[in-house]
């Protein structure tokens, strides 16, 4: 949609005014793109979206990521199954996180 056709914008007057119109739908456009739907989560946050399947049920399980530093947390962002995930109690690495799950599940975790 065009801001002249669309009457936010009056008609150019001028070469000057129909060249900073162009520039101002371009940026328009451009924005509208990113809002909808070009923002992904890991644009936002410094996280790692992991996902992974656990075997066994009340066991710790190693979960690797690639966030670079010690993660402070992990968002569950998919669960298969009725299911409680929660910490291990060995404490998160730089590569690594440990987790334990009341059930049988695949996750998708995003790591802070």
Avoid: R, W
């Avoid at 739908?25 to 410094?46: H, R, T, Y």
């Avoid at 009340?58 to 670079?68: A, N, R, S």
């Avoid at 993660?71 to 669960?79: D, E, G, I, K, W």
Wanted: net charge negative; aromatic share 8%; hydrophobic share 40%.
């Amino acid at each position: 949609m065009s801001l002249i056709s669309s009457k936010i914008l009056p008609k150019p007057k001028d070469k000057q005014d129909q060249d900073l119109y162009c520039v101002i739908e371009n940026l328009i456009n451009e924005v509208s793109k990113i809002i909808n739907g070009g923002l992904l989560f890991s644009d936002n946050f410094v996280c790692d979206i992991v996902t992974h399947e656990f075997t066994t049920t009340d066991t710790e399980e190693e979960i690797t990521h690639t966030l670079g530093s010690v993660p402070t947390m992990y968002l569950l962002a998919n669960l298969s199954a009725n299911s409680t995930i929660y910490n291990s109690g060995t404490a998160f690495t730089s590569s690594k996180i440990f987790l334990k799950s009341s059930a049988l599940c695949a996750v998708t975790l995003i790591v802070l």
